[in-house]
């Protein structure tokens, strides 16, 4: 086994690297010293097509490679295509089958390891490249393949990689032809059920196919000694510094000397300091630069600096944010740059979108990408997203750090609390878990959108809590804050996550909520539904409405239609029932104030009849979004939030009526202007209103009664509250009927 491809983003291999860690040197004193020309590290791309070809046996190379395939992308999108490329049954889709009484229940039993639904057990992947004139080291880069890496280069066999969602490194020196043509072969799993039980490959109850593939980047670059390994950038922006962690290793056969310097790109922030290593060694670095006057990378201003870093032999250059964030428990707070920041957004569940008959090549394509993360959720008033059971490709962290999006990112673990399924349970080696997260860690600590490590969803299960997050945690030179679902959280401003999905008992025919409840509703947690009553919360999922893209309710929302619209409803009837609802649901969590963010599920997802949950596009090629849910939702996430405090289904006419509204204020400035409420028909025809002036100070919040006297007359209508300022209107809508 390669030891590049299984060891620790840090690794500290002598006593003169673990002293190394304890220095830390000025910038004045060490450009004060010598210094060497660098070596730049030459990179070439492997991305583009592929040869392909699958078998069943792990040792039995193809004879030949009939399709082709692109890298990145998925096995399914081979041309010719293979036959039931993505058919294998989980062990929790599973259980949920068998908890629904669809398949047999000795199913869980018989099938531990997943149920294989496809002729084969492997792909194989064959790619040709020149290499250049020699240097002293070739490195192969994966970002991110499933399920189990395995690479041979001119018929060496290079190692194995476990990991499906984190970047693997493989040493091609010993096997490379320099100036010449080489052939590269990676074996990946066709399905999870070829790695072992224990091992990290993705568990989620609601998803129906499995695709294995390539799905990130890869290259190879080429330097000298000594080699940059890994390198983090950690900014400290009360003192305007960062810190710079560099490991670097000799691999070459004689001792080294050379500088480490570090220069950030338009300033005169740099640091230089000297190494001497011996053959294999390895050495980590800690520095701190000064950055005179650093712009604060945020949402509304995603600045982003560049880090040059060099050896004699090797260069990198490494995008950064300057920016802190943390959660506070006193406040029930999120802080970006010391000062809170109200958390609006929602969430993408990108492997489940990898089985939607319109995925393709979406996740890989720039414009698409793009639009996705920075046109759309700006449109929507979102600043936060949680990348849910599933990684997504590197260049969708590198989008949200130009675009200013910032994101939970989650390892793809969801296996539930014991009592959830009968005969369904699930392990893991906790030492390959910890293997796991610190790549992935090390994979994205330099992103400055990524601002909370989420260890797991919806999952009990006391190893991450006691071992693992315990191990990898001091890794993150940032601090970042840890949410760890169904477990208590480690640290006292860790937060904790709510799922409150008000109407999931639809499902079971129980009935008992209805809108009109949250009329006498504070917003807080449900007593004993969190794991810590004193730590700050977050909301990240709710709504329990999804619907298919045609408007066909999915496998868990028949129920909520049928009661709420009856057998007979039409698609673009529920289409509009769902927005209405989910904007008045995202207004209430939000009015009230008890969460420190509000993010709804879900923003992209796969949708097809046998789906759990839906997404809200109308065409998720174009990202077109449902017009409803893009009116109402839209509204509902506005930084001036309105909240009408009613759901009667009915208003007596000729009466008058008190109103509460609810304003809510997540900019740092004051906001003033005019409340009005007003009935309205559903043309549009004002029947009565009245207003009144408003002012909420700055993060603040403000509670208005408005009177409004009833018209005569009867039908359905519309109660609007709108808070028009300078800067625009924002509007909340309740349905009810006037009645005589």
């Given at each position: 086994?390669?030891?590049?491809?299984?060891?620790?983003?840090?690794?500290?291999?002598?006593?003169?690297?673990?002293?190394?860690?304890?220095?830390?040197?000025?910038?004045?004193?060490?450009?004060?010293?010598?210094?060497?020309?660098?070596?730049?590290?030459?990179?070439?791309?492997?991305?583009?097509?592929?040869?392909?070809?699958?078998?069943?046996?792990?040792?039995?190379?193809?004879?030949?490679?009939?399709?082709?395939?692109?890298?990145?992308?998925?096995?399914?999108?081979?041309?010719?295509?293979?036959?039931?490329?993505?058919?294998?049954?989980?062990?929790?889709?599973?259980?949920?089958?068998?908890?629904?009484?669809?398949?047999?229940?000795?199913?869980?039993?018989?099938?531990?390891?997943?149920?294989?639904?496809?002729?084969?057990?492997?792909?194989?992947?064959?790619?040709?490249?020149?290499?250049?004139?020699?240097?002293?080291?070739?490195?192969?880069?994966?970002?991110?393949?499933?399920?189990?890496?395995?690479?041979?280069?001119?018929?060496?066999?290079?190692?194995?990689?476990?990991?499906?969602?984190?970047?693997?490194?493989?040493?091609?020196?010993?096997?490379?032809?320099?100036?010449?043509?080489?052939?590269?072969?990676?074996?990946?799993?066709?399905?999870?059920?070829?790695?072992?039980?224990?091992?990290?490959?993705?568990?989620?109850?609601?998803?129906?196919?499995?695709?294995?593939?390539?799905?990130?980047?890869?290259?190879?670059?080429?330097?000298?000694?000594?080699?940059?390994?890994?390198?983090?950038?950690?900014?400290?922006?009360?003192?305007?510094?960062?810190?710079?962690?560099?490991?670097?290793?000799?691999?070459g056969r004689t001792p080294v000397s050379s500088p480490l310097s570090h220069k950030v790109r338009g300033t005169d922030a740099a640091a230089e300091v000297r190494v001497e290593l011996a053959p294999g060694e390895e050495q980590t670095?800690?520095?701190?630069?000064?950055?005179?006057?650093?712009?604060?990378?945020?949402?509304?201003?995603?600045?982003?600096?560049?880090?040059?870093?060099?050896?004699?032999?090797?260069?990198?250059?490494?995008?950064?944010?300057?920016?802190?964030?943390?959660?506070?428990?006193?406040?029930?707070?999120?802080?970006?740059?010391?000062?809170?920041?109200?958390?609006?957004?929602?969430?993408?569940?990108?492997?489940?979108?990898?089985?939607?008959?319109?995925?393709?090549?979406?996740?890989?394509?720039?414009?698409?990408?793009?639009?996705?993360?920075?046109?759309?959720?700006?449109?929507?008033?979102?600043?936060?997203?949680?990348?849910?059971?599933?990684?997504?490709?590197?260049?969708?962290?590198?989008?949200?750090?130009?675009?200013?999006?910032?994101?939970?990112?989650?390892?793809?673990?969801?296996?539930?609390?014991?009592?959830?399924?009968?005969?369904?349970?699930?392990?893991?080696?906790?030492?390959?878990?910890?293997?796991?997260?610190?790549?992935?860690?090390?994979?994205?600590?330099?992103?400055?959108?990524?601002?909370?490590?989420?260890?797991?969803?919806?999952?009990?299960?006391?190893?991450?809590?006691?071992?693992?997050?315990?191990?990898?945690?001091?890794?993150?030179?940032?601090?970042?804050?840890?949410?760890?679902?169904?477990?208590?959280?480690?640290?006292?401003?860790?937060?904790?996550?709510?799922?409150?999905?008000?109407?999931?008992?639809?499902?079971?025919?129980?009935?008992?909520?209805?809108?009109t409840m949250l009329e006498t509703m504070n917003g807080g947690p449900r007593p004993g539904s969190l794991p810590s009553g004193t730590h700050p919360r977050l909301i990240n999922e709710y709504g329990w409405l999804w619907l298919n893209?045609?408007?066909?309710?999915?496998?868990?929302?028949?129920?909520?239609?049928?009661?709420?619209?009856?057998?007979?409803?039409?698609?673009?009837?529920?289409?509009?029932?769902?927005?209405?609802?989910?904007?008045?649901?995202?207004?209430?969590?939000?009015?009230?104030?008890?969460?420190?963010?509000?993010?709804?599920?879900?923003?992209?997802?796969?949708?097809?009849?046998?789906?759990?949950?839906?997404?809200?596009?109308?065409?998720?090629?174009?990202?077109?979004?449902?017009?409803?849910?893009?009116?109402?939702?839209?509204?509902?996430?506005?930084?001036?939030?309105?909240?009408?405090?009613?759901?009667?289904?009915?208003?007596?006419?000729?009466?008058?009526?008190?109103?509460?509204?609810?304003?809510?204020?997540?900019?740092?400035?004051?906001?003033?202007?005019?409340?009005?409420?007003?009935?309205?028909?559903?043309?549009?025809?004002?029947?009565?209103?009245?207003?009144?002036?408003?002012?909420?100070?700055?993060?603040?919040?403000?509670?208005?009664?408005?009177?409004?006297?009833?018209?005569?007359?009867?039908?359905?209508?519309?109660?609007?509250?709108?808070?028009?300022?300078?800067?625009?209107?924002?509007?909340?809508?309740?349905?009810?009927?006037?009645?005589?």
């Amino acid at each position: 086994m390669s030891l590049l491809a299984r060891r620790r983003p840090i690794l500290v291999a002598s006593r003169v690297a673990a002293r190394s860690l304890q220095r830390t040197a000025c910038a004045a004193i060490l450009l004060a010293m010598a210094s060497v020309r660098a070596a730049e590290r030459a990179t070439l791309s492997l991305n583009g097509q592929w040869e392909i070809a699958d078998g069943v046996l792990p040792t039995e190379l193809p004879d030949r490679y009939d399709r082709t395939v692109a890298v990145p992308g998925l096995a399914n999108l081979a041309r010719p295509p293979f036959e039931h490329v993505d058919r294998f049954i989980s062990r929790e889709n599973m259980a949920n089958r068998v908890r629904g009484n669809r398949v047999p229940a000795d199913w869980l039993r018989k099938y531990w390891l997943g149920k294989v639904e496809q002729p084969r057990n492997y792909f194989w992947y064959r790619r040709m490249f020149t290499a250049p004139s020699p240097r002293a080291v070739a490195i192969l880069k994966i970002h991110k393949a499933q399920f189990g890496t395995d690479v041979w280069l001119n018929g060496v066999y290079l190692g194995h990689y476990p990991g499906c969602f984190t970047a693997s490194y493989w040493d091609l020196t010993g096997a490379i032809r320099w100036n010449a043509e080489n052939e590269l072969i990676v074996r990946v799993g066709a399905h999870p059920a070829v790695l072992p039980e224990t091992y990290p490959t993705g568990s989620d109850f609601e998803k129906n196919k499995w695709t294995a593939g390539i799905y990130d980047r890869v290259s190879v670059f080429f330097c000298d000694n000594p080699v940059i390994e890994t390198l983090q950038i950690a900014p400290r922006v009360a003192t305007g510094e960062i810190l710079v962690q560099t490991t670097v290793r000799n691999r070459g056969r004689t001792p080294v000397s050379s500088p480490l310097s570090h220069k950030v790109r338009g300033t005169d922030a740099a640091a230089e300091v000297r190494v001497e290593l011996a053959p294999g060694e390895e050495q980590t670095w800690t520095l701190t630069l000064r950055v005179p006057h650093p712009r604060l990378w945020s949402p509304n201003d995603p600045f982003l600096y560049v880090l040059e870093s060099s050896t004699s032999g090797d260069s990198v250059a490494t995008r950064f944010g300057i920016r802190e964030f943390r959660f506070d428990a006193a406040s029930n707070r999120a802080y970006l740059n010391g000062q809170v920041i109200y958390l609006r957004g929602s969430n993408i569940t990108l492997h489940r979108f990898f089985e939607d008959p319109d995925c393709g090549d979406l996740p890989w394509r720039e414009e698409w990408v793009r639009k996705l993360l920075g046109e759309i959720p700006k449109r929507m008033n979102w600043n936060y997203f949680r990348f849910c059971i599933g990684p997504v490709p590197e260049r969708w962290f590198e989008i949200c750090d130009e675009v200013g999006l910032l994101v939970q990112n989650e390892f793809f673990v969801w296996t539930g609390r014991p009592t959830w399924y009968p005969g369904y349970s699930r392990s893991y080696d906790v030492q390959e878990m910890i293997r796991q997260y610190r790549d992935w860690m090390r994979d994205h600590w330099n992103h400055p959108s990524v601002v909370v490590w989420d260890a797991n969803n919806e999952t009990e299960d006391p190893i991450f809590g006691e071992r693992i997050i315990p191990a990898v945690r001091a890794l993150d030179l940032s601090n970042r804050p840890w949410e760890n679902s169904y477990n208590p959280p480690l640290a006292p401003d860790d937060p904790v996550e709510g799922h409150p999905y008000l109407m999931s008992g639809y499902q079971r025919g129980d009935f008992r909520f209805n809108m009109t409840m949250l009329e006498t509703m504070n917003g807080g947690p449900r007593p004993g539904s969190l794991p810590s009553g004193t730590h700050p919360r977050l909301i990240n999922e709710y709504g329990w409405l999804w619907l298919n893209r045609d408007g066909t309710p999915t496998l868990l929302t028949q129920r909520v239609y049928d009661h709420l619209l009856g057998p007979h409803a039409t698609p673009r009837q529920r289409l509009d029932l769902w927005a209405y609802l989910l904007a008045a649901k995202t207004e209430f969590w939000r009015a009230h104030r008890q969460y420190a963010g509000v993010i709804h599920f879900i923003y992209l997802t796969c949708s097809y009849p046998g789906v759990y949950t839906s997404d809200h596009f109308r065409d998720v090629r174009t990202l077109e979004l449902d017009p409803a849910f893009v009116d109402y939702v839209g509204e509902a996430f506005k930084p001036l939030g309105v909240y009408l405090n009613f759901f009667q289904p009915t208003l007596p006419a000729n009466r008058s009526r008190e109103f509460t509204v609810l304003l809510i204020n997540d900019d740092p400035v004051p906001q003033r202007g005019e409340l009005s409420v007003s009935l309205e028909t559903r043309a549009g025809q004002v029947l009565t209103r009245a207003s009144q002036p408003f002012e909420i100070e700055p993060l603040g919040a403000h509670t208005s009664v408005v009177t409004l006297a009833m018209p005569a007359g009867s039908g359905e209508c519309i109660v609007k509250a709108a808070a028009r300022t300078e800067k625009g209107t924002t509007l909340s809508r309740r349905w009810t009927v006037l009645t005589p």
